[in-house]
């Protein structure tokens, strides 16, 4: 099939694009290059894969809208242009509410303009707000606390109408912590500006970043420090290859946890860093970061029936590794 991937030369979408490439498919890749790495495009010095192509360009725009559809007509669309740092969102509002919300309705009513009726989401745990229990389903409130998380809900619900009004059919997959490369080193391009706490670990151990700030030792969890369910991008990957042919088989759309199940602490991520890199990595315990949850772990368990897919490579070794054997190369 032709698939349309907007994001695809960052840190998720790249690995979506190695493993649809790999499956067969026409892969038509759309990027303005605010966060990517020009690493991950994989025409940039000369051909590349059969079947790849490379626009840089806004998807939210006019222009970038007719771009990515110039080329011919796309049967599915993977969005993964969208900004996702939870705690920028409360300070730049604006910045999330023209590209997560303006510019995704406007790609959804351009894929529909353009007869396209498969759009694979990517959504976020953070639709969910403070746990009111756990593990977290997909029957979980949803509450969220900040606006990124706000964008991602809103969303899924015009998702929804648009189903039910003019057929599209979608999966909104709802990411715990994403973390980790691709075990078989497909993908080298690094995220630029990180915000999240492995990618900051990395910085430390290859000495761009000179410490670790831990928010928080006090939380009610067995070492003071928060829990999270970290998630192998390998693992998503797989599960957005198997989201699509769901929708499609079924002719129905889909919304689903994908997390690991697994609960670590940030210390514990912390001590696997150092033992993986055999860097000092230092820390600096601070206060609590306002709106962190003590704990978030997801229930995949819905993901595991509709899409027979489980977590297999989310363990903290794997995780640590994999990033650690990207970031020393470029070190
Ligand atoms: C993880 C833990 C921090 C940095 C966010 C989004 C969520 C999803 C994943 C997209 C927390 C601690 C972090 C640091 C630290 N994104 N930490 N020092 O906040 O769980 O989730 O990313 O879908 O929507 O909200 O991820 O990596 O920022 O933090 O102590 O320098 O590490 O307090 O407990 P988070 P994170």
Not at 112 to 140: M, N, T, W
Request: aromatic share 8%.
């Amino acid at each position: 099939m032709r698939i349309g991937v907007t994001g695809g030369a960052g840190y998720i979408g790249s690995h979506i694009v190695q493993d649809l490439l790999e499956e067969g498919h026409e892969v038509v890749v759309i990027d303005n290059l605010s966060t990517a790495n020009e690493a991950n495009i994989l025409n940039r010095e000369g051909a590349g894969p059969a079947g790849y192509s490379f626009i840089e360009g806004d998807v939210g725009t006019d222009a970038g809208l007719a771009a990515f559809f110039a080329a011919g007509p796309l049967e599915v669309v993977f969005h993964f242009a969208a900004w996702k740092a939870a705690g920028e969102s409360m300070t730049a509002p604006e910045k999330y509410s023209a590209n997560n919300l303006r510019g995704t309705l406007r790609l959804i009513e351009g894929m529909l303009e353009h007869g396209c009726r498969d759009f694979i989401f990517s959504s976020s745990a953070a639709v969910y707000g403070e746990p009111q229990y756990l593990p977290i389903d997909e029957k979980h409130p949803k509450q969220p606390i900040n606006y990124y998380g706000f964008t991602k809900l809103v969303i899924e619900q015009n998702l929804e109408w648009f189903a039910r009004l003019r057929g599209l059919r979608f999966a909104a997959l709802r990411y715990f912590n994403a973390a980790g490369y691709d075990l078989r080193g497909r993908v080298r391009g690094i995220e630029r500006n990180p915000a999240n706490l492995l990618p900051l670990l990395m910085d430390c151990a290859v000495g761009t970043r000179s410490e670790i700030q831990v928010f928080g030792q006090d939380y009610d969890t067995p070492d003071g420090t928060c829990l999270r369910d970290y998630i192998h991008v390998n693992d998503l990957s797989r599960a957005h290859i198997l989201a699509m042919h769901a929708i499609r088989k079924n002719d129905e759309s889909l919304t689903v946890n994908l997390g690991s199940e697994e609960e670590l602490s940030v210390q514990q991520m912390l001590d696997v860093a150092r033992k993986v890199t055999d860097k000092a990595i230092p820390q600096k315990n601070t206060e609590r970061r306002p709106g962190d949850p003590p704990r978030l772990v997801a229930s995949s368990a819905l993901a595991r029936e509709i899409l027979d897919w489980r977590a297999e490579h989310s363990d903290p070794e794997t995780l640590v590794q994999t990033m650690w054997d990207v970031y020393r190369d470029q070190s």
